[in-house]
């Protein structure tokens, strides 16, 4: 069984910065590309970043410049720093990641119960 716990956060004045982590445990053979997502209040979960199993990294463009989006491999987890945070980041943030129990099974998407970030004055 596979779990990921997001944490991080919070409610950040217009401006301010958070870092969110994501921690990916239990039966892991290997862990290919892990992502942040994110869905608004009325709006539809849109993808935020990603970064490859060996370090490639993409961004929505909205978030470019502003946030940067990191690996620990060996902890197996993940983490989106956000600077510059504006109120239209305001939402919950979702971890996923796609990962391999074991060699001979194709990788699965796992979610975690995501994260609400608050950003207001």
């Known amino acids: 069984q596979v779990q990921l716990v997001e944490s991080g956060g919070g409610l950040v004045q217009p401006g301010g910065s958070l870092r969110l982590s994501c921690a990916a445990s239990g039966t892991i053979f290997r862990i290919n590309a892990m992502s942040w997502y994110r869905q608004a209040p009325g709006k539809q979960r849109e993808l935020v970043a990603t970064?490859?199993?060996?370090?490639?990294?993409n961004f929505v463009d909205s978030a470019k410049g502003r946030f940067t989006i990191s690996r620990d491999y060996p902890r197996n987890t993940v983490y989106l720093q956000m600077n510059s945070l504006e109120p239209e980041d305001t939402a919950v943030y979702y971890c996923?990641?796609?990962?391999?129990?074991?060699?001979?099974?194709?990788?699965?998407?796992?979610w975690g119960k995501g994260t609400l970030v608050t950003v207001s004055s």
């Open positions: 996923n990641a796609e990962i391999m129990i074991d060699w001979t099974r194709e990788a699965m998407d796992y």
């Open positions: 970064i490859t199993a060996n370090g490639r990294t």
